[in-house]
């Protein structure tokens, strides 16, 4: 299947939020996002995509100083129930997100660490499912963590995803909300993975 680039932006203005559809590998399709998506887009628009077939093999993205974000996302749609053509991808990212009891037990194994720049860097390896990263960070909002940049490869039937975060207007995460973090990390762990990373 062949798919011709479209790009389209909330309004003319060059600072707008827009998105871009072209070829991705396999057969898939390729989506770039760009602008001010808001808090928590990248979680709501990973379960929307998934309710409507399509499965994010791969996704990077980071945000900018000026909170704006820009990311790339190449989308399986094998299992498709659209064309992935038609979607308006903005939308999607304000779509609601699934509730935290949706969630099943899921994550195999996770690692926090700190960063140079004392930010956290959460790798994260789990099973796929619908609405995972949705809930983990809308939770992580609650704690306080923000990402700032993150990258997500889906391999089979799991992910292996790292999320780099910060506190509040971009301060360093408390070391509260970092035993926090760990703690919800440990809740939602399946007792029957492996031990540690």
Known sequence: MSHAAKSVSANAQPSASGFEIGSGPEQGVSVKLWGALGLGWFGRLATALARRGLSIQNATASRDGDETWLGKLDLSTLNA????QTL??????EEEPLTPEDLQTAIERFRIERT?????C???????????????????????LFP??????TS???VDD??????????????????????????????AAAEAW
């Not at 140079?116 to 956290?120: F, G, L, M, N, V």
């Not at 790292?162 to 399946?190: F, N, Y």
């Open 116 to 120: 140079e720049t004392d930010a956290i």
């Open 88 to 93: 308006d991808y903005l939308a999607l990212a």
């Open 156 to 158: 089979g039937a799991f």
């Open 162 to 191: 790292t999320l780099w975060l910060r506190g509040v207007a971009g301060h360093p995460p408390s070391a509260e909300a970092e035993r926090a973090l760990s703690d919800l990390l440990s809740r939602l762990r399946d007792p």
């Open 122 to 144: 959460l790798r994260l390896f789990a099973k796929d499912q619908v609405g995972l990263l949705s809930v983990l960070l809308e939770r992580m909002q609650f704690l306080g």
């Open 81 to 84: 129930t659209v064309d992935p």
């Open 148 to 153: 700032v940049r993150l990258r997500v490869t």
